[in-house]
């Protein structure tokens, strides 16, 4: 590759004037000048040495993104809608800034941070977080992070969590369910740990404050791997004939439900209602459309990458920021 030296050797021209060109810096350099050194670059098909311009400037232009995916439920974590709406958010805002992005997705904190340790990137978005997840990163991780839909960065004051109400947009949704007549209410989630414990605490307080008894039992676990899916859904389909409504912890799983219930011939909204949480592409595209609690997936990580970007700028940033959610009624509830 041409180096600027070079290219100020064949136009006669300073390394300064070139590299200014080259860099945007044009306030000092004359229109025809400017011309002459682009002309030449177009020529050459020149391409920046953005590595060495970052090490210059002492950074690398690259933000990570960490995932971390429960081995017992995904496969391929990036195949969840809101997984992948996610990323588009934090990637779309990050590349208009200027910078690129890395991801990294394991279902090991520990291995998380043993790669993200060693890239050279300026800060870091951590999605999935849970326990003592956010005390262990900060340990071996010391330039900024923000987390999204983290429940574990109690004194961790230099974290930023992004994420939502998620006990009150449940709260919400069930809040509406009862006030279609159901009492019997199901919760469906696959564990009660971070976001989905906050949706279930929202769920049992909305029974609560309508005076109906919650008990474990009410609880139906899925098992989302590929291989205990299946033997999953039929013990839930039975046992949904002990209730009229079910409020799922996400669409996905609200979506994988419904088609459940019809492969065995049981009606939603007509034998059973379901509501879900999320409002992404899989509940909008079904039939019945699935009546759900919205959030904008894209703006939280779009919100995550902005939060992040002014970190490194050394703007001090909340170290909770909580979207808001509404009810979005569809076809999947049943007056009773």
């Known amino acids: 590759m041409i180096t600027i030296k070079e290219i100020a050797k064949q136009l006669n021209m300073s390394t300064t004037t070139v590299s200014n060109v080259i860099h945007g810096k044009t306030s000092e350099v004359s229109d025809d000048t400017k011309k002459i050194v682009q002309d030449f670059l177009e020529k050459v098909d020149y391409v920046p040495n953005i590595s060495a311009r970052n090490l210059a400037q002492n950074e690398s232009k690259i933000i990570g993104l960490a995932l971390k995916a429960r081995a ?16 588009g958010g934090v990637e779309e805002t990050i590349r208009n800034a200027g910078y690129f992005m890395m991801l990294y997705i394991s279902s090991d904190t520990n291995e998380i941070m043993r790669h993200v340790s060693t890239w050279n990137v300026d800060g870091l978005i951590l999605f999935g977080m849970l326990n003592d997840d956010g005390i262990r990163v900060s340990e071996k991780y010391k330039k900024p992070i923000v987390c999204i839909d983290t429940y574990s960065i109690e004194g961790l004051k230099h974290f930023t969590n992004v994420g939502l109400d998620d006990e009150q947009g449940t709260y919400d949704m069930v809040n509406y369910l009862i006030s279609q007549g159901h009492k019997k209410i199901a919760f469906l989630s696959d564990n009660t740990n971070g976001v989905d414990l906050a949706r279930l605490n929202g769920y049992k307080k909305a029974l609560k404050d309508a005076k109906i008894k919650y008990s474990p039992s009410n609880f139906l676990k899925i098992r989302p791997h590929t291989k205990d899916l299946p033997e999953s859904l039929e013990e839930i389909c039975e046992r ?3 209730f009229t409504a079910i409020m799922c912890v996400s669409d996905l799983y609200a979506v994988t439900l419904m088609a459940a219930f019809a492969d065995r011939g049981i009606s939603v909204p007509d034998d059973i209602s379901v509501a879900g949480f999320d409002d992404n592409m899989l509940g909008q595209l079904h039939r019945p459309a699935l009546t759900t609690v919205h959030q904008n997936v894209k703006q939280k990580g779009t919100v995550a990458a902005d939060t992040l970007l002014k970190q490194l700028k050394k703007i001090k940033t909340p170290n909770q920021i909580v ?4 009810l ?3 076809d999947t509830v049943k007056k009773i």
């Open 72 to 87: 017992d439920k995904y496969e391929n974590l990036i195949m969840d809608p809101f997984v992948s709406e996610l990323i």
């Open 240 to 242: 949904s004939k002990e």
């Open 323 to 326: 979207l808001p959610t509404n």
């Open 328 to 330: 979005v009624i569809r």
